[in-house]
């Protein structure tokens, strides 16, 4: 399973097969549908099929490693957010951080969401794509004195303070901007969310948010009222990453719903908005059992209503940040097999042209893949492989445990599914290898979203 079941990072490469044998699929072809993006299928031949475009156009015309994005999934996603909080004056706005491009942005927009930022850069794409400030959440545990001063001049719609800096720099910014930017206090609500450490951000030690048991959240709700040039609106929790079951998130629900009912009794301030934060978990092999939209939002709406009403307080206008659920799913990643080798009695390594430099998720947390022979079906028996790419890295694992055909080769295509979030935006250049491009497919055209960067642009920037 893919819920990070191995706490302490990275697996090590000395877990044999007989130590964790997993389990040889039925057919090394079938697309498990809820793994793969929603168009995502076997073309005549074999070919894998993506968006009405077949592996071998993409790789030949496009050069791999290759980023996929399904443009019709992530709409679709993004539309079922939208549709899962309509009935309450609720806000979905995508995490930036899990995949942003101009297009995205422009889908993000078309499809009706707002939309989360956590950097200068992120802010700067939203803003080059036409995304309206407004509809801009900006985050960040350090956001720089210049981030905080571009935001203001915008006027993104909220800004989530995240510290007793942050909170003195943004009112000596507004105060010279003269401005008054809302802001959303970000509280640390003690939730231990059933995640990997690394991506767990409720409990209270981490550097996220103001916690509520040591009084840090109440300090910051008094100072930000007591900042002329701030304008609080409203409480931000936002429990961690890929997780699954709803339990974490009511707790924090609640937590955050009962802070703002007693901030509201003991300030007189107004708090119309509620933001709850992403983290909804992803398919990445078949077993996983991700959360429907409507599952989360009937949860968290229920809790909040529930809290509004016994202390006889509107409904506050509710926000979610899912990032990985809506672009997660709809990416997919080509790569070309490069070398085969059995390494006897143990298992086969296949070499791919990419590796940690485009997906760091497997090194990072122990994150699962699946993954699958894109250029044709293969035949053969199952064979127990390991996926891993050209680093100069033993570490440098994509899937640990997978089975491909005996007659995978050199040239051949693979691609891993649900790398749409996190792998394009944590990608590197770790031993020069220039990033890949991010093209999109759609009714049988691909374009191009973000060129692959070349050996040029990397030494263009080594000026020395
Ligand atoms: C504040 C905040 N909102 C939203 C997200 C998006 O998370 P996810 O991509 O898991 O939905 C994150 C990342 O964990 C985050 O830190
Ligand atoms: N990058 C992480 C999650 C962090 C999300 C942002 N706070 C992942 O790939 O799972």
């Known amino acids: 399973m893919s819920r990070y079941a191995h706490p302490a990072g990275p697996r090590h490469a000395d877990v044999l097969p007989e130590d964790n044998p997993p389990r040889p699929p039925r057919d090394l072809g079938e697309l498990s549908a809820h793994v ?89 794409v939203a803003l080059a794509a036409g995304f309206p400030p407004e509809r801009i959440g900006m985050h960040g545990n350090n956001k720089s004195e210049a981030e905080l001063e571009r935001a203001v001049e915008v006027g993104v719609g909220r800004i989530i303070v995240d510290s007793f800096d942050e909170i003195e720099r943004l009112e000596r910014i507004a105060a010279r901007l003269d401005r008054v930017p809302r802001v959303l206090v970000r509280v640390t609500t003690g939730v231990e969310a059933h995640t990997h450490e690394f991506v767990a951000t409720a409990h209270d030690d981490q550097k996220f948010g103001l916690a509520l048991s040591t009084g840090a959240a109440d300090e910051a709700v008094r100072r930000v009222l007591a900042a002329p040039h701030i304008e609080l609106v409203g409480l931000h929790s936002h429990i961690g990453s890929q997780i699954f079951d709803t339990a974490g998130f009511d707790v924090a629900a609640r937590r955050v719903a009962e802070f703002m009912v007693r901030v509201i009794a003991e300030t007189g301030a107004q708090l119309p908005e509620l933001d709850l934060g992403g ?123 997978l089975y491909l055909p005996a007659d995978i080769r050199p040239g051949d295509l693979v691609a891993v599914a649900a790398t749409g979030a996190y792998c394009f935006s944590m990608a590197s250049n770790y031993n020069h290898l220039p990033r890949p491009a991010l093209v999109a497919v759609a009714d049988g055209a691909a374009r191009t979203l973000v060129r692959r960067e070349t050996e040029e642009d990397l030494l263009r920037l080594d000026i020395g």
């Open 36 to 124: 793969w993006p929603a168009t995502a299928r076997r073309g005549a031949d074999g070919e894998l099929v993506v968006g009405g475009v077949g592996a071998r156009a993409l790789a030949a015309e496009y050069g791999t490693p290759l980023f996929v994005m399904d443009e019709q999934d992530f709409r679709a996603r993004a539309r079922a957010y939208r549709t899962a909080f309509s009935d309450a004056e609720a806000d979905v706005y995508y995490a930036g951080k899990a995949l942003l491009t101009k297009a995205v942005a422009r889908w993000v927009l078309e499809e009706g969401l707002k939309l989360d930022v956590c950097s200068g850069g992120e802010l700067a």
């Open 279 to 401: 983290g909804l978990g992803i398919a990445y092999v078949p077993d996983d059992t991700p959360l429907e939209p409507e599952a989360i939002a009937k949860s968290l709406l229920g809790i909040v209503r529930h809290e509004c009403e016994s202390h006889g307080l509107p409904m506050p206008r509710i926000a979610v940040e899912p990032g990985r659920a809506l672009s997660g799913p709809a990416g997919v990643t080509l790569y070309e097999v490069g070398t085969v080798k059995d390494v006897e009695g143990i298992r086969t390594y296949v070499s791919v042209d990419g590796g940690m430099s485009d997906n760091i998720r497997t090194a990072l947390y122990g994150a699962e893949y699946t993954c699958a022979l894109a250029s044709r079906t293969g035949s053969g028996a199952p064979m127990l492989s390991r996926l891993v790419g050209k680093h100069c890295e033993s570490g440098d694992i994509i899937v640990h445990d």
